[in-house]
Structures are given as structure tokens and as C-alpha cells.
């Protein structure tokens, strides 16, 4: 630099360009001044641009980005700018957009008619008013949409297929299967992936394979959706004519013997048999019963509680003549199949009337508490959550006998109980039937030493909803039958069996509610004014307060009734006895399962009420178990208890009037007690 000469710096950033006067004023220490004056010339600041490669179809006019641009000029705007776009021997203008995904950063929107298939440049050209430009070459592809065409697929229910579901033409020779993926609506409310192929027979073909199995017989509608790589997409429409399934043998079971009464009206299970398609359902079936005797009706086929593809048929009749009938069930299936079972039934003459016989002076009568007759006992046995714990009380004297576990004591579903000389040694016997989980599991203790006299499983060993039981003289011979029906999930047949030395029989057996019902059935024994015996059945939860009395004999309805509000649902317990002292027959005593009150409602057998009455404190919700213990030349006696909770037991004595605490089991079990 020569010698008294200096350069002048400063520092400035114009928002534009264009040119702008410029003056120095300079000052030195002894206050001498210079001016001089300049002029500073903006140039725009540059544009920076980028190509892309878009995707079209032939045929259409193509509108999307063409290209993207950003400026040096952080306040810079979209009028600053116009673009011009060439290309398919087309030129226009473009559209200046704001990327929406990069601050300071520009689309250019063109619009291209395009008529051939390839890969064709597009030169975009974008000017700043301030000056700067850029021009870049983009890449637009063209090719051809796919076509996709549905076919008719032909099925058989319940059998899985993989087939052709649709077929796409594609023209595209870079195309491959691998840039499509398809999705099948197979019209029974489910979606799967499909598969695409190369068609071997057809170049420029591709085709989409599907697998599924249909449930139900039927026409479908099936819906294919194809996307390729580049985002566009197309449908095709199948349809799938669904055939009934090819039917799976039927298998019959072991027929039974039934023990009938001439004229009696017989209702029960006559057969069972096995599918070996596990979902069919009972309405697959038809059931033709001939009975032996001439005559023929329709079944009702019904799905055992024992399992899937197990059915019971059920049926209704009434043999004028005695003797022994071979009854002969057929059962056809939708899909074709058939099979054949044998049972049997036992009729038996009705006995001529007798003449009455002489009166006989009445009893002496027995001090108060003292029993007569059978050495009279009662039991209770622990209820849900507690373990299978039975104790055994005198009914005379309300001491106790003896307690045992009457299953495993791992077990916590509880255990019924009743009791009645079921060996006839003139002395009570303790009957117990497994709680839930426990399954259908019966078993008869000596009344006197407690030792297991029987066991078996009333229903099939793998239900395992427990199983209800009562006892009671069914067929006058002086000894109890055992009467049992099944927990929630059985399906409602009550069954009547009786013991020879240690070996249980299976007697007789009806529905007690509709074939469908499912919560189980409470069951108690009882007799008409006439002697003739009753049986009396509760249903379990869900099936309303609902009562119901037949005869013992001919399985004929006495009654049919709602024992409470037919809204609570906690189904109810049900016993039998002559509580009012009528000497007329017994009455039915009833009270609810869980969630009801303690209330104690008593009914004649044909349904009319005689007694309403809360048996222990209203507030609580435990439910109410009943039985009767009987007392010579008395009332019988009510012994409740409750579901669970604190409060156990109450014995009710003379026609419903004195009552006592009974306690069962240790102190501060809540476990709730089921009494017999």
C-alpha cells in the first residue's frame, strides 16, 4: 500500500438486489473531513435445484412435482418466482409451491398429457424476478395401469384350498410380482394376504393366489386388492360358490335300558352318538325314533355337555302294553351321513287298584325330638371355597356323628349332599356330589361307620361342572333311588340311579327344561297326597328362579313356575317336605342361588304359594340352601343355609315357627354351606 493511503471496509446484507448509492464520510483527528460517494450493485442471489423421478400411467394427464428448488435468499417469496416445464413436446408453465416438508425449500408443479409408454426427460426452468435461474432435468416414467379380472372359485365348507382368486394383465415389462401386494376379502367377514405369480401360460400375466376355509356352505362375494410398488392401485371382483362340507362319519354309542310304567308318559335320553366333525351342531341332525311298539316320532337331538361332536337324542312316548320294546333311533346328517342305535325299555304292567287298606290306630305318641323309623341324619357340606368337607349330625339329638373329606382337599368348588337309606339296612346314608371343577362325581357313605359304600360319575368324567343330588323312595320298594342333576354347563337331563350292594345303575333319566338350557339343575324328592313320588328340579344361573315338578313315574309336568322375580338370575335351590304338617304330601321349599336374599319361599306341588318368609337377615346376598328333615307324627323340619358369608346354618322347627342357630364347620369360615 503507497505511503498515506488507506482502504475503507464495511459490512452490510441487502435484502434485494438492484443498486444502491453509497457515501463515506471520513474524519481524522484534527477534525479535517472527506466525502466521497459509490455506488453498490446487487445481484440476485442463486437458485439451487433439483431433478426428481415421478411415475405416470399412459393415457392420463400427469400433474405432480417436477422439480424442487431452494434460494440463498432467506426472504424470498413464491411471487419471486415463474418456471417453465418442457417435455413430451410439451411446454408450460409450472407452479411455484411451498414444500411442506422443508423450510425455505419450493416444489414446481407441472402438467403433462402423456400418450406413450417410456422414459422421458422434463426440462424445468425456474427464474427469480431478482434474476437468478436454474434449470434442471427431471425424469417422468411412463407406464401402463394394470387391468385385474375377477374368476369364480369353486369350495367345499370346512375343507382349507389354496387357489386362484384373480389374474392381472400388466404390459409393463419391468413389472414383477414381487411390486404388487394383494389383500382377499373372502366375504365371511375375514381378510388374508395374497400371493402373485407369473402366469407360465400367459406372459405379461400375472396371478394372485389366496388360501382359506370357508365354515358355512354358501355363495360369497370376493374382493381382491392389488397396490403396486408405485402407489397405484386396482380391484378385481371374485366369487366363491361354497359347497356343503363332505360329511364326517357318525358313530353310534352304547345304547340304554329304560325302566317304564305301562300308559306312563316317558320322556328321556333314548340314545347318543358322535361326529366326527367337532363343529356341527345339533341342528345338522335329524332324529327319527320307531319305539318297538308300532309307532315312530321325531327326536330331539341335543349337544352333550361331555364334549364337542357328542350328541344326545331325546324323546317322548307312552307304551299302552307291558313288556319289553327294542326302540330303534336313525339319524341322518345334512351332509349325508347316517347312523342307526338300538336302546331298550323296560314297561312295566300298571299294578290292579287295591283296596285300602284298614286304618290303624294312630302312634303313640314320641317325646319331643325323638325320630322313628330309619336312624334319621342330615348333612352338610362346604360351599364354594371351601374344601370338600362333609360332617354328619344325629337328627334326633343334633349332635354330630362324624365329618370327613368326601374328595380330594385341593378341590374348592364345594360339595352337595343328602342323604337316605340308598342300601337298605334301615339306616340314612350320606350322598355327595362333587361342587364345580370337581366333575360329575357321586359317591355314597355309610350313614353309620362314614366308610365309602360307592363312586362313579353320573354325567361324562371329562364335564366338570359338578353335579347336584337328592334321594328320595321313587319306586316304593322301601329304598331311596339317587336323583342327580348336573352343574352349570350340563345340559338338563336329570338322572335316577339306583344301588345293588355297591354298584350304581342308571334307571331312568328325562330333561328338565328346554335341550339348550345350560346352568344346571338342583333336584329334590317328594310325594303327592297319594303317596306317589315327585321330582322337583331348580334351575341354575341363568335360567331364572324357574321350579318345576314332575312325576316320578311318567316324567308328566305338575308345575312350572317362577319362584321369585323372573329377573334375578342366580337360579335357586330346591327340597321337599311336608313343613306345613298337613299330612297331605310334601311341599317345595325354595331359595335363591348367589346374589338373592335369604328368602324362604313354600310352594304346594302344584305350583300355588303357601309361605314367604326371609329365613335370616334380609341385608344379605349369600343365596339360601334348603332341605327338610323329617319328624314323626310332626311337621318337617327346615334346615337352610347359606351360600356363603358368616352366617351358616338355622334349623326351623313346627310349621315354620321356632327357629335355632345352627353352627357347621370351625368359627370364621365364610365358605357358605350346602345342607342335605
Known amino acids: 500500500m503507497a505511503t498515506g493511503r488507506f482502504l475503507v471496509f464495511g459490512s452490510i446484507t441487502y435484502a434485494d438486489e438492484g443498486e444502491y448509492p453509497v457515501t463515506i464520510t471520513i474524519e481524522d483527528q484534527s477534525g479535517v473531513l472527506a466525502t466521497l460517494s459509490t455506488t453498490a450493485t446487487v445481484v440476485d442471489a442463486p437458485l439451487a435445484a433439483l431433478p426428481v423421478t415421478v411415475p405416470a400411467i399412459q393415457g392420463t394427464t400427469f400433474t405432480g412435482i417436477v422439480a424442487t428448488f431452494s434460494d440463498a435468499n432467506p426472504a424470498a417469496e413464491i411471487g419471486d418466482y415463474a418456471a417453465t416445464v418442457i417435455g413430451a413436446n410439451q411446454s408450460t408453465g409450472g407452479t411455484i409451491v411451498a414444500d411442506p416438508n422443508a423450510a425455505g425449500q419450493f416444489d414446481v408443479i407441472g402438467t403433462i398429457a402423456l400418450t406413450a409408454l417410456g422414459s422421458f ?173 308300532g309307532t315312530s316320532s321325531v327326536g330331539t337331538v341335543i349337544a352333550s355337555a361331555a364334549g364337542p361332536g357328542l350328541f344326545l337324542v331325546g324323546g317322548t312316548h307312552a307304551f299302552a302294553e307291558a313288556g319289553t320294546f327294542v326302540i330303534r333311533v336313525a339319524i341322518q346328517d345334512v351332509g349325508g ?43 352338610v357340606g362346604a360351599g364354594p371355597g371351601g374344601g370338600p368337607r362333609v360332617e354328619v349330625f344325629d337328627a334326633a339329638t343334633g349332635a354330630k356323628r362324624f365329618d370327613f373329606f368326601a374328595y380330594d382337599s385341593s378341590l374348592r368348588g364345594g360339595v352337595s349332599v343328602a342323604t337316605g337309606d340308598v342300601n337298605g339296612d334301615g339306616v340314612e346314608d350320606v350322598i355327595t356330589g ?22 362313579w360319575f353320573a354325567y361324562d368324567p371329562s364335564f366338570r361342572g359338578g353335579v347336584w343330588v337328592s334321594a328320595g323312595d321313587l319306586d316304593g320298594d322301601g329304598v331311596n333311588e339317587i336323583v342327580t342333576g348336573p352343574g352349570v354347563g350340563g345340559g338338563p337331563v336329570v338322572e335316577i340311579w339306583k344301588l345293588s350292594g355297591n354298584s350304581p345303575a342308571q334307571v331312568r333319566s328325562f330333561l328338565a327344561y328346554e335341550p339348550d338350557f345350560r346352568g344346571g339343575v338342583t333336584v329334590a324328592c317328594g310325594l303327592e297326597a297319594d303317596g306317589r313320588p315327585v321330582v322337583v328340579v331348580g334351575a341354575g344361573p341363568g335360567g331364572g328362579p324357574r321350579v318345576r315338578t314332575f312325576d316320578a313315574l311318567t316324567f308328566s309336568v305338575l308345575a312350572d313356575v317362577f319362584a321369585f322375580n323372573p329377573d334375578f338370575t342366580g337360579g335357586v335351590y330346591v327340597a321337599s317336605g311336608d313343613v306345613l304338617g298337613t299330612g297331605l304330601g310334601t311341599q317345595v321349599l325354595v331359595g335363591p342361588g348367589p346374589g338373592g336374599g335369604p328368602r324362604l319361599r313354600v310352594l304346594d306341588l302344584d305350583g300355588s ?40 346354618g338355622e334349623l326351623i322347627e313346627g310349621s315354620l315357627g321356632m327357629l335355632s342357630h345352627v353352627g357347621f364347620f370351625e368359627a370364621g369360615f365364610e365358605g357358605g354351606v350346602f345342607v342335605g
Do not use: C
Not at 358 to 373: A, C, F, N
Not at 441 to 447: A, E, L, Q, R, T
Not at 617 to 622: A, C, H, N, Q, V
Open 121 to 293: 426427460p422434463i426440462a424445468v426452468n425456474i427464474v427469480d424476478r431478482g434474476g437468478a435461474s436454474s434449470t434442471v432435468t427431471s425424469t417422468i416414467i411412463v407406464s401402463s395401469l394394470p387391468t385385474a379380472s375377477g374368476v369364480s372359485l369353486q369350495a367345499a365348507a370346512r375343507v382349507s384350498f389354496i387357489t386362484t382368486v384373480a389374474t392381472i394383465v400388466d404390459t409393463n415389462p419391468g413389472d414383477r410380482p414381487g411390486d404388487f401386494a394383494a389383500t382377499i376379502d373372502w366375504g365371511d367377514g375375514h381378510s388374508t394376504s395374497g400371493l402373485v405369480t407369473l402366469d407360465p401360460s400367459h406372459p405379461g400375466q400375472f396371478l394372485v393366489l389366496g388360501s382359506t376355509t370357508y365354515v358355512q356352505e354358501g355363495t360369497y362375494p370376493v374382493a381382491v386388492e392389488l397396490v403396486r410398488s408405485d402407489g397405484y392401485s386396482v380391484s378385481a371382483a371374485s366369487t366363491a360358490e361354497v359347497a356343503a362340507a363332505p360329511d364326517a362319519a357318525l358313530r353310534p354309542l352304547p345304547g340304554l335300558v329304560h325302566n317304564v310304567r305301562q300308559n306312563g308318559v316317558f320322556s328321556e335320553i333314548v340314545a347318543s352318538f358322535q361326529d366326527a366333525d367337532l363343529i356341527a351342531g345339533s341342528g345338522d341332525f335329524v332324529a327319527t325314533i320307531k319305539w318297538g311298539d
Open 434 to 455: 362333587a361342587g364345580e371343577g370337581g366333575g360329575a362325581n357321586i359317591k355314597v357313605f355309610d350313614g353309620a361307620t362314614g366308610d365309602l359304600i360307592a363312586s
Open 337 to 379: 351321513a347316517d347312523t342307526a342305535m338300538s336302546a331298550f325299555a323296560q314297561v312295566a304292567a300298571v299294578p290292579p287298584v287295591s283296596p285300602p287298606p284298614p286304618v290303624s290306630p294312630p302312634p303313640p305318641v314320641s317325646p319331643p325330638g325323638v325320630r322313628t323309623g330309619h336312624d334319621q341324619i342330615f348333612a
Open 609 to 648: 304359594s303357601r309361605a314367604d318368609t326371609f329365613a335370616s337377615i334380609d341385608t344379605l346376598r349369600d343365596g339360601l340352601t334348603v332341605a327338610t328333615l323329617d319328624r314323626t307324627g310332626e311337621s318337617s323340619a327346615v334346615l337352610i343355609g347359606a351360600g356363603q358369608g358368616a352366617f351358616q
